[in-house]
């Protein structure tokens, strides 16, 4: 697998603000990444140092295997991390134009991506009249101009009303189907869950998760369990029982979390050999929701 960026203990203080903690992992090519984590967590200042706008304190990032210099390996990535800033009175082409001048990319490039954008219809209107949506989806075109190997964003559906964001999410999902490689930055686990394939979950500036974005949910979840017998007893057999990480009491009913693999069918053989017949008995996982409050509320 080729690897994008890596990241190596990477650290950023803003004087007593710890930005960024220790933060490693590696985006490896074809996959589309958010950075997950509430405000103030430490993701566009991780973009601003991988972009070279943000000085990191210390540690180590890599573009590329590191076989080029960040300054070079820039030319192959394409970035949107600021509101998008163009000629307002410029039409859509006109000021992609000015960019293709600036990054030295053909003008050929510029309907190709006005069309991936799904702006092309609108490519003769001037900027100004752009709802926010299409302005961000024309900053998305620019970034692509050079035709990209890694695409970022910062939170790239903020502020944009429910069709605008379905619009977004869509384009995102297309170019990564095309090859691309993505790295977003979200706030919005929704978002994240919607549209990217790995996550990076951090919170204060510290790595809380890193992988797949299905292995944030497929912890081996926990049993819901009750018996009109002896409840006591059954507290007993569980805390017993080698897959039973903690077990708490909810609405009467005893909720046991799994460290390992058991089945609903394998607790029960175990509890009724040992005397203990249940009422009711509910093998549940944990959705990418309860997971994520978990992560960044109680560590
Ligand atoms: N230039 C700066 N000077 C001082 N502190 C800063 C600076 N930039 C960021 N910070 C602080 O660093 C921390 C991380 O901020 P950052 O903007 O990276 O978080 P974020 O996860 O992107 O949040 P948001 O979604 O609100 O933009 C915050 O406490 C922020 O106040």
Known sequence: METILSLRNLDKK?????????????????????????????????????????NKTSGEFSWFDGNISTH????????????????????????????????????????????????????????????????QRLAIASALLNDPEILILDEPTNGLDPQGIH??????????RNGTTILLASHLLDEVEKVCSHVVVIRNGVKLYSGAVD????????????????????????EKHPAIANIKEEEGKLIASLENELSASEINAYLFKNGITLSHLVKRMPSLEQQFLTLTNNN
Do not use: W
């Open 14 to 54: 803003f004087g007593s603000v710890h930005a960024v903690n220790n933060l490693s992992f590696d985006i490896e090519k074809g996959n589309v990444y958010g950075i997950l984590g509430p405000n103030g967590s430490g993701k566009s200042t991780t973009l601003g140092i991988i972009l070279n706008v943000v």
């Open 167 to 176: 619009e977004i999410r869509k384009i995102i999902k297309d170019i990564a």
């Open 215 to 238: 292995g944030i949910t497929a912890t081996n979840g926990y049993f819901e369990l009750n018996t009109e017998a002896d409840s006591e007893k059954l507290k007993e057999l569980l």
């Open 72 to 135: 070079e390996a820039l030319k192959k990535v394409g970035a949107i991390i600021e509101r998008p800033n163009f000629y307002p009175y410029m039409t859509a082409v006109q000021n992609l134009k000015l960019i293709c001048k600036i990054k030295g990319v053909s003008y050929d490039k510029i309907d190709e991506k006005l069309k991936v954008v799904n702006l092309f219809e609108r490519r003769d209107s001037k900027f100004k009249t752009y709802s926010l949506g299409m302005k």
